[in-house]
Nanobody, 133 residues
Framework: QVQLVESGGDLVEAGGSLRLSCAAS????????MAWYRQYRQAPGNEREL??????????NYTDSVKGRFTISRDNAKNTIYLQMNNLRPDDTAVYYCNSFPPVRAGRYGTTWYAIQDGIEYWGKGTPVTVSS
């Protein structure tokens, strides 16, 4: 079974901070690199931008626009991934999603999703972040 539940998004003023959390259910998420992605509301084709990645150890990577402002971390014991976002800017406004890197593929049986190699990309509902100027 796989499930991703993001939380922590909110409306904040520019320069403010937020901490996003992602509860990741499923063994696959405990062994794969994890990532935060974001989707801008006007993104053509529903494209998601890769924001930050973290391996099962401590190796992290960030897209240039968030370096020095965002910090990704994970608590494997709690199956939770975090994104600390500081000095937020209006162009950070987006819906934020967590997922494995690359995104997990899954199939649905009834109401439950299971990781399968030839499935579709599975995404949670995301959490919206709005930064006012």
């Amino acid at each position: 079974q796989v499930q991703l539940v993001e939380s922590g998004g909110d409306l904040v003023e520019a320069g403010g901070s937020l901490r996003l959390s992602c509860a990741a259910s499923g063994r696959i998420f405990s062994i794969k690199p994890m990532a935060w992605y974001r989707q801008y509301r006007q993104a053509p084709g529903n494209e998601r931008e890769l924001v930050a990645t973290i391996t099962n150890g401590i190796s992290t990577n960030y897209t240039d626009s968030v370096k020095g402002r965002f910090t990704i971390s994970r608590d494997n014991a709690k199956n939770t991934i975090y994104l600390q976002m500081n000095n937020l800017r209006p162009d950070d406004t987006a819906v934020y999603y967590c997922n494995s890197f690359p995104p997990v593929r899954a199939g649905r049986y009834g109401t439950t999703w299971y990781a399968i190699q030839d499935g579709i990309e599975y995404w949670g509902k995301g959490t919206p972040v709005t930064v006012s100027s």
